[in-house]
């Protein structure tokens, strides 16, 4: 989220989590002055291998409750920052798939995070607009919910149904750039229809 009436919009469906992208090489880094949110929205900051330092005195500047690692963040980095926040701040580790992965290198985290998000393995940091093969969770053997993204999309709907009914701990989904008109900017319209969709299949 970058626009301050685009977020407000968005707010407004009161979605659980909002990203704000704190990455300067990023099209969607955020730096304006935020809004405020209603309540059960989680203001969520998305960092890339920064300084603790830096995102704990961002986390303090926007009152963030979630912080979303998105980088190579190792263990010794978290445990160190959880030292400087609040234990009410919630911790999700990002990890890029690509055709396979080593589920294996979750399991020093598993204690130190709430949540892992599974991404797309690509050029950019996040918001790559494709999709990894989701089969490659059937594979996932721990009990730490996830969120899932990676180039989901409004026909997708199904898909993900499919995914929460086989007993996986998907906690979330997380939408980006195939929501946008352009990086930055969701279509509301777009984000509104996929939410009702949800909401009516029982998923959230």
Not at 20 to 42: A, D
Not at 106 to 128: A, I, M
Not at 130 to 148: H, R
Request: charge should be positive; glycine fraction near 8%.
């Amino acid at each position: 989220m970058k626009y301050v009436d685009n977020i407000r919009l968005i707010a407004d469906m009161k979605p659980d989590y909002m990203g704000f992208i704190f990455y300067k090489k990023s099209m969607r880094n955020f730096e304006g002055i935020m809004p405020e949110l209603p309540k059960p929205v989680k203001k969520t900051g998305v960092f890339v291998n920064e300084g603790y330092t830096m995102v704990v005195s961002t986390v303090k500047k926007h009152l963030l409750e979630v912080i979303q690692l998105h980088g190579d963040e190792p263990v010794k980095y978290i445990q160190e920052l959880k030292n400087h926040l609040s234990s009410k701040v919630e911790i999700i580790k990002v990890f890029g798939i690509k055709d396979d992965f080593d589920f294996e290198v979750l399991k020093p985290y598993e204690n130190e995070v709430d949540y892992f998000l599974f991404d797309t393995k690509g050029k950019e940091r996040g918001g790559n607009g494709v999709k990894f093969d989701w089969n490659v969770l059937k594979n996932y053997p721990f009990s730490t919910p996830f969120f899932l993204s990676g180039g989901i999309e409004p026909g997708d709907v199904e898909e993900i149904i499919k995914i929460k009914a086989s007993g996986l701990p998907v906690y979330a989904v997380d939408i980006n750039s195939r929501f946008e008109t352009k990086p930055g900017l969701k279509n509301i319209k777009e984000v509104r229809k996929f939410k009702n969709k949800l909401i009516a299949s029982g998923v959230c």
